[in-house]
């Protein structure tokens, strides 16, 4: 495995960043979308819309080798992420982050990049005064539910269904703390073993 790591984007990563959503869009998630949703996917318009949040500092991308295999981006939890059902509003609404979107490439999966992009995300996000973050996280995406679990971030109980082009996509919120620390720990899974009686 070649060099991984993870750094801040930059202006020149915003079409790396677009073929990523694009990759993961088409492949994980092509379940969860609509049909056609990626057929009219604009690479150059999706591009040029991560160019606001990279250049504000909101995007930080995994690299493994020369090539860009995921990113994360989040900032400050809006109030309409962070309300309830009722529409209350956590008194420390003011201090929690938002994961707005963590993305690898399948190909790339297993090698530790969603865990090193969200403790660097989550690093950020504290510099910045954030004490804790969500996340949404489409119900029947189970990898990711998994992954977040694994960081000891939670469901609190709070769905929410979006209009995926017609077609219903319900998210549930998770939740943790942002005093995370990579640590790989590879399962007989990751490593493709047989499991020894």
Do not use: K, N
């Amino acid at each position: 495995m070649a060099l991984a790591s993870v750094r801040p984007a930059t202006a020149a990563d915003a079409t790396a960043v677009a073929q990523v959503q694009r990759t993961v869009w088409t492949s994980a998630y092509a379940e969860l979308l609509p049909p056609g949703a990626v057929d009219g996917f604009d690479a150059d318009a999706v591009a040029r819309a991560w160019a606001d949040p990279i250049a504000a500092g909101a995007v930080r991308i995994a690299v493994e080798g020369d090539a860009v295999v995921g990113f994360c981006a989040a900032g400050p939890a809006s109030a309409e992420d962070l309300a309830d059902a009722a529409g209350a509003v956590p008194e420390d609404a003011s201090s929690v982050g938002l994961v707005a979107a963590l993305l690898v490439e399948p190909r790339w999966g297993r090698r530790g990049h969603a865990g090193r992009l969200l403790v660097e995300t989550a690093a950020a996000l504290r510099a910045a005064g954030a004490t804790r973050a969500i996340a949404w996280v489409p119900e029947r995406d189970v990898a990711s539910r998994r992954f977040y679990e694994r960081a000891g971030w939670d469901p609190d109980g709070t769905v929410r269904t979006l209009d995926a082009g017609g077609r219903p996509l319900r998210e549930i919120r998770v939740g943790g703390t942002l005093d995370l620390e990579f640590r790989p720990e590879p399962s007989l899974d990751d490593l493709d073993l047989p499991l020894l009686p």
